[in-house]
């Protein structure tokens, strides 16, 4: 059953399989349906969420408008961090794009294990590396790329999210209407 | 002579002399006088710095103006983080507000400090938390907040540095310009 989060953690760090068995004991598998959400704004993130099959999406609601954040596939951890650090309410709704099978690890299990298993210290250390840069990147596309710039990285870095999510969330990820995304398409398409 | 900087990493670690007295081996002592940069943007951050006494500012270039990311007084640690863990160069300046002197890590010492000696591992995932909730919190304050607003929260979280640093830095930090920030002090001495 976690044979594939014990893959993916054992690309971070040697546990035995004594260690691997103790940390699966705070694990808690969860399906999703699509459209279904595992964290809804206003509520604390007290877990990290590891993708087994299918694909999460966060996003902001901004004026009745979803603003989507980034996708999430097999074999992906993901948290709202800010809130799953601080403790405070987040605002970020985590969705199930596709029917969706997750692993959840409480924070307070994280916890006890970096106490328990030092070991855990280093995936903690490179899981909020991670969410620096991925938080870094994000901040950088919007504030610093056109929209046409973001579709041709997205395109060049992340080919198979274009094929396997549905063109709206990912004009909403680039942050432009559907209709700009398709001109944005249309230019490329001519002008490759 | 690292007196200082035992205490502040005692708060986070448990370590032994012997093993303190070995993460100083790996330390540098820098004196930098008012103004001088310690990192300039292009380069690659290969360093953690610590504050030992005097005071640290980023920023960035952008069409010939700086904008200031954030100040770093007495016992903080900084790095450009995102330079430091991809290895590309910066596009921040670190610079001393004051006479400044910094203890220099680099950030190979840490590499191995995280094989030798686990414990650093949580100094790293603390860190590294750290240095996203920083990024988080600084995101929010420019997307979200007003000018005014942000002035306001800098009052109250970090009266020191209203004292301690120059008006233009203040106003280079909250995204405005030095005589907006005038305004925004006299409405608020008039409206308190």
Redesign the interface.
Known sequence: MYKQLRQQINKIIDLTDEEFDYFTTFAKLKKLRRKELVLTEGEVCRHAYFVKTGCLRYFYTVQGEQHTGQFFFESAWYAD??SF??GQPSRQNIEALENTEIIMIPKTALEKL?QEV??F??F??LM??K???G??QR?EMITNQSPEERYLNLIKQRPKLIERIPQHYIASYLGVKPQSLSRIRKRIIQNP
Chains 1, 2 share one sequence.
Do not use: D, H, V
Request: aromatic share 16%.
């Open positions: 961090y800010e650090l601080s970096y030092p070991k210290e280093k903690g250390r909020a590396e969410a620096f840069m938080l870094r901040t």
